[in-house]
């Protein structure tokens, strides 16, 4: 369940509604004062799991699903008592993904952890401040080589990636991006060629999976936008899986990560959608850590993450995400990507460019 609240000087509003089996509230405050005390009596009634609190549009709460409310409520003020965590990757990833990673690393390095949670932003930004309240922030590939690549920025690149296992593939540093279709039109579908006319949808502009290497892959078979009959923009990966199960559209590119997780909390979806192909694999998710961090700080965060397998149940819950843990990784993963931004850079699907 969803609590939608709002908190503001003529007090509290609160609407709700179902969402799969999340149980989520979300406060939107004028003000902070208040705010807390409010929130956890709220928390305590209903014993909702997992808690997010905004104040002009910016998170500056969260509460940890495995702890009580009054004692895991994180203030972005104290920066010293805390490892700020921000994911800019959901929904196409799960949220609980970084929940659960959050709750690892404040268990191994015994320091209280936070997790914020941005949907309407592809990283952080400098310009709000962002450098000084979080950590390490999760990103996409394509927001990582665009704005954080520079040796001057407040954010370089953390050493670490996400090992993951695709169903066809196999265990590899990364993901793939997965062709999937309707089961309608599987039978007519033998290989990309046979998309030719079809309603296609991909999650954003950015994508590195759903857009750009798609119009890499066009531009090498002499095609061009109109090779589709229509073409839609979902917003992220589970939309576009969405949209095709749905029958919104008949085919779609989708980070193999998100459609992973998107069928193990929708298995009896599955029927309903047909893996065509994959392209790849495409370098593993940038883990993105604050230049001012402590340096030891920053290894034993690296460390942890290297090692989050090898324990038992940690590795059962992190292979719940597809996810069978985390490897060395260095700017020479990400050349790939790189071309691929650079050969599309003047590409779009919304222009023809033969």
């Known amino acids: 369940m969803i609590f939608m609240a709002t908190i503001s000087d003529n007090g509290l509003r609160i609407s709700w509604e179902w969402w799969k089996s999340s149980h989520i509230l979300i406060i939107e405050a004028t003000q902070l004062i208040g705010v807390r005390g409010t929130v956890d009596v709220i928390c305590q009634y209903y014993s909702l799991f997992t808690v997010f609190c905004v104040l002009d549009r910016s998170l500056i709460l969260t509460s940890s699903r495995h702890q009580s409310s009054s004692s895991s409520w994180c203030a972005m003020e104290d920066n010293n008592k805390m490892l700020r965590l921000a994911t800019y990757m959901c929904p196409g990833i799960p949220v609980e993904y970084y929940e659960f990673l959050a709750e690892y690393l404040e268990n191994k390095l015994g320091i209280q952890t936070c997790l914020l949670y941005c949907s309407r932003r592809r990283g952080p930004e400098c310009t709000r401040g962002d450098h000084n309240r979080i950590d390490v922030a999760f990103v996409?590939?394509?927001?990582?080589?665009?704005?954080?690549?520079?040796?001057?920025s407040d954010f370089k690149l953390m050493p670490v990636g996400a090992m993951t296992k695709h169903p066809v593939k196999g265990e590899l540093l990364g993901y793939y991006s997965d062709i999937v279709v309707h089961r309608d039109v599987r039978d007519r579908i033998k290989e990309f060629y046979d998309l030719r006319g079809c309603k296609y949808i991909h999650s954003s502009q950015t994508s590195l999976s759903s857009n750009r290497l798609v119009l890499k892959m066009l531009k090498q078979m002499g095609e061009d936008p109109s090779f589709f009959s229509d073409i839609q923009v979902s917003g992220n990966h589970m939309n576009s899986i969405e949209m095709v199960v749905s029958k919104k559209a008949e085919a779609t590119v989708v980070d193999s990560l998100s459609l992973a997780n998107y069928l193990s909390r929708h298995y009896y979806q599955e029927?309903?959608?047909?893996?065509?192909?994959?392209?790849?694999?495409?370098?593993?998710h940038p883990i993105l850590v604050n230049s001012k961090l402590p340096v030891e700080l920053q290894q034993k965060v690296e460390s942890a993450l290297l090692n989050i397998n090898k324990e038992p149940s940690w590795r059962e819950q992190l292979a719940k995400f597809s996810v069978t843990g985390f490897q060395k990784t260095s700017l020479d993963n990400y050349l790939e990507a790189i071309d691929i931004l650079d050969t599309t850079k003047s590409l779009s699907f919304g222009i023809m460019y033969y």
């Open 271 to 284: 029927p309903e959608l047909h893996l065509e192909g994959s392209w790849g694999p495409l370098p593993p």
């Open 140 to 152: 996409s590939t394509s927001t990582y080589l665009e704005k954080f690549r520079t040796s001057g």
